[in-house]
């Protein structure tokens, strides 16, 4: 057997798949990310269609059935949009936690100062834009929608330095994704605090305490999702009574989850010494001690995983390419005229976004390096930054998600052409400066600031 092994050395590893390639979880994610970047826009760009065509209205009534339980005088009911943006996209938010979590723990946003300067940057992204939006609408009816333009969208922007491939470093795609996530929990904390009303205090101390249940479990040891599932469930379900949106439940959830493995490389190894082929002539419903070891070694070769990992491995795909995509084609749908284009409400989301964001990140950034609070990497210079701040005003996705809160439906077709216009003005305006820039080739090596 051992000459076997020598001469067909790929026999004591397990058969090469693709996916293999992906060895980092920071990569697997901008993988699936540019993936879904590509699908979320075909979404898009049906649903423009359909809402401008023949069908619209059946389109647009397709999305307000109503689905759900009713048992006598308890009826809990909801439109399907509403299912996608209350329900699914909670998904999406556990995703960003999980995602945030793991880079802070584990990933490459371990080093406070290397953090900071994308947390430094998504809090100017968010700030600048907001304040440039409520000096255009104040005092008109669309001050509300301040949030809309606070967001950027981590799908769309990944998918666009995708693009770029070799010609940027890695360090913007760090920066860039971790500004994003940052940004997106930011936008559900937005929500959760400022387009929040009437709030039911009971359900709350109700969901408070499933927080409580949750972590006790994870202390005691108990490592099955399928009981976590449910408590979360019990969870969302208190907070949306609340009259909180129940999003927020999956961040909560998600910063939560543990981060460290149980299983330590050494006991993995040590548990797979143990395992033995079993004998041809083995019965196979035997409880054998051959049996106990293989079960064993499966559970550690599982563990050896952190929860954190194994869920965000287990759920992006379906939140890339499933919840995304639903949430842009239920969402995205808008009569195109030319009527909004002078809208206040359109102007001041577009100049928000254009003007804002990059504003708003450059100067934090800025800020953060200058109060040494945070460093910049050597190849992160500030020509990849302005490009990377440009793309930043792709506010899609989010946008439309808060939009459709702070938004009646007078304003809400002006909020979407703005988020649009801006998305794509900055898609156009980053990818050129940045290619611009690299077909320039100069990238300086910059020192630690």
């Known amino acids: 057997m051992i000459t076997d092994q020598q001469e067909n050395p790929e026999a004591t590893q397990l058969p090469k798949e693709f996916v293999d390639r992906l060895k980092s979880p920071f990569v697997r994610f901008l993988y ?135 010609r940027i470093p890695q360090s913007l795609r760090v920066f860039m994704l971790s500004l994003a996530i940052v940004d997106d929990i930011g ?53 949306d009574a609340s009259g909180i949106h129940p999003t927020i439940t999956g961040v909560m959830l998600g910063l939560m989850t543990p981060a460290r493995r149980w299983v330590s ?22 409880d054998t001690k051959d049996r106990q070891t293989l079960q064993m070694a499966e559970i550690a070769a599982r563990e050896t995983l952190s929860p954190v990992e194994r869920l965000e491995i287990a759920i992006h795909p379906w939140v890339g390419f499933v919840v995304m995509p639903l949430f842009a084609f239920a969402n995205a749908g808008l009569p195109l005229t030319l009527n909004d284009l002078g809208s206040p409400v359109t102007v001041a989301i577009f100049s928000s976004f254009v003007l804002g964001k990059p504003i708003g990140i450059l100067l934090f950034s800025w800020l953060a390096i200058r109060l040494h609070i945070a460093i910049r990497p050597p190849e992160l210079t500030w020509r990849l930054l302005i490009g990377g701040s440009l793309l930043a005003g792709i506010g899609f996705t989010m946008a439309l998600f808060i939009a459709n809160m702070a938004f009646g439906k007078s304003l809400i077709g002006s909020a979407k052409l703005g988020i649009f216009l801006a998305s794509v003005f900055s898609a156009v305006a980053g990818l050129a400066l940045l290619m611009w820039s690299s077909a320039r080739g100069r990238t300086p090596k910059a020192g630690h600031e």
């Open 187 to 239: 936008a559900i904390l937005v929500v959760a605090i400022g387009y929040s009303s009437h709030i039911v205090w009971w359900p709350l101390a109700v969901a408070a305490l499933g927080l409580v249940i949750t972590r006790a479990m994870a202390k005691l040891g108990f490592r099955g999702f399928p009981l976590y599932v449910l408590v979360g469930g019990l969870i969302w379900l208190a907070v």
């Open 32 to 166: 699936i990310e540019s993936a879904a970047g590509a699908i979320l826009l075909l979404f898009t760009v049906a649903a423009l269609v359909l809402s401008n065509s023949p069908w619209a209205d059946s389109f647009e009534q397709a999305w307000e059935i109503q689905v759900g339980l009713q048992v006598g005088s308890l009826e809990f009911t909801r439109s399907l949009r509403e299912w996608i943006n209350d329900g699914m996209m909670t998904l999406f938010f556990f995703l960003v936690a999980l995602e945030l979590k793991r880079e802070l723990v584990l990933g490459e946003l371990n080093k406070p100062r290397m953090a900071a300067l994308s947390i430094a940057a998504a809090l100017g992204g968010m700030i600048v834009p907001a304040a440039i939006y409520l000096a255009l609408q104040s005092g008109q009816p669309g001050q509300n929608g301040w949030g809309t333009v606070m967001a950027t969208d981590t799908a769309f922007v990944i998918g666009c330095l995708a693009l770029l491939g070799s």
């Open 265 to 286: 490389d050494e006991r993995l190894y040590a548990i797979l010494g143990q395992v033995i082929a079993h004998p041809a002539s083995s019965e196979n419903s035997r």
